[in-house]
């Protein structure tokens, strides 16, 4: 019996190696190549089969960051994190203060920073469990190690959903705007990222009163927010 766990233990640690050793390959290989595809990606893919969408359609189109619109960039870290150049890649006050809200009331907060959704994203699957957090956290303190933030924003801009079978801005500015990424006004920026907390649920090609709502109170923080492209050197 113990030999067969001294076995089934060694084999263990093979795996746990070579994922390892895979994990980091793809951080680094990512830190200067465009990422093609996603965990996120895959999933939606897989859903769509075993629900038997058989139309279901992935567009995706990677840009780099200067070919973006700057009002973009400003509107992603004022909607999603304010404090995305600042913290290590969690924000601690926003977390704290999920835990307090969390505890009291019925609906979930999140307090997810950029860099933990951008982990998720590429290397991970949606869902709430501790093994998918756990992971999350190792992926977040990985990707400010290695890419750094101008990279992690990156990444992400070109990783998020922003509706069915829409992931990334350019995909996102060409379907729902009809312009490129780099041709959208602050307006159409902010309208784009207020679709972030759910894109299943808020859609860009019938806003809702509450996206415009949102979607005000975006440009204003935009405005307040020091300029994003600065901490970029540009």
């Given at each position: 019996?113990?030999?067969?766990?001294?076995?089934?233990?060694?084999?263990?640690?093979?795996?746990?190696?070579?994922?390892?050793?895979?994990?980091?390959?793809?951080?680094?290989?990512?830190?200067?190549?465009?990422?093609?595809?996603?965990?996120?990606?895959?999933e939606?893919?897989?859903?769509?089969?075993?629900?038997?969408k058989?139309?279901?359609?992935?567009?995706?189109?990677?840009?780099p960051?200067?070919?973006?619109?700057?009002?973009?960039?400003?509107a992603a870290?004022?909607?999603?994190?304010?404090?995305?150049?600042?913290?290590?890649?969690f924000?601690?006050?926003?977390?704290?203060?999920a835990?307090?809200?969390?505890?009291?009331?019925?609906?979930?907060?999140?307090?997810?920073?950029?860099?933990?959704?951008?982990?998720?994203?590429?290397?991970?699957?949606?869902?709430?469990?501790?093994?998918?957090?756990?992971?999350?956290?190792g992926?977040?303190?990985?990707?400010?190690?290695?890419?750094?933030?101008?990279?992690?924003l990156?990444?992400?801009?070109?990783?998020?959903?922003?509706?069915?079978?829409?992931?990334?801005?350019?995909?996102?500015?060409?379907?729902?705007?009809?312009?490129?990424?780099?041709?959208?006004t602050?307006?159409?920026?902010?309208?784009?990222?207020?679709?972030?907390?759910?894109?299943?649920?808020?859609?860009?090609?019938?806003?809702?009163?509450?996206?415009?709502?949102?979607?005000?109170?975006?440009?204003?923080?935009?405005?307040?927010l020091?300029?994003?492209?600065?901490?970029?050197g540009?």
């Open positions: 019996m113990s030999q067969i766990l001294s076995t089934l233990l060694r084999k263990l640690l093979q795996l746990l190696r070579y994922g390892s050793a895979l994990v980091l390959g793809l951080v680094l290989l990512y830190s200067f190549v465009p990422v093609p595809y996603t965990g996120m990606m895959l939606r893919q897989l859903e769509a089969w075993w629900s038997g058989s139309n279901y359609q992935l567009r995706h189109q990677w840009v960051l200067e070919e973006m619109s700057r009002h973009l960039l400003q870290v004022a909607s999603e994190d304010q404090k995305f150049l600042e913290h290590n890649g924000d601690m006050q926003a977390i704290e203060k835990l307090v809200y969390n505890s009291k009331g019925k609906k979930i907060r999140g307090a997810s920073t950029i860099s933990q959704q951008t982990a998720k994203n590429v290397f991970l699957w949606s869902g709430r469990s501790w093994l998918r957090k756990g992971l999350e956290t992926f977040t303190l990985l990707i400010e190690a290695v890419w750094g933030k101008q990279r992690i990156e990444i992400y801009l070109n990783s998020i959903e922003f509706g069915p079978g829409v992931f990334g801005v350019e995909a996102a500015a060409q379907q729902y705007f009809r312009r490129s990424a780099a041709q959208l602050a307006a159409q920026a902010a309208l784009m990222v207020t679709v972030l907390p759910n894109p299943h649920r808020f859609l860009l090609q019938r806003p809702s009163p509450y996206m415009y709502k949102r979607q005000q109170w975006v440009q204003k923080q935009m405005r307040q020091a300029p994003v492209t600065r901490a970029f540009d």
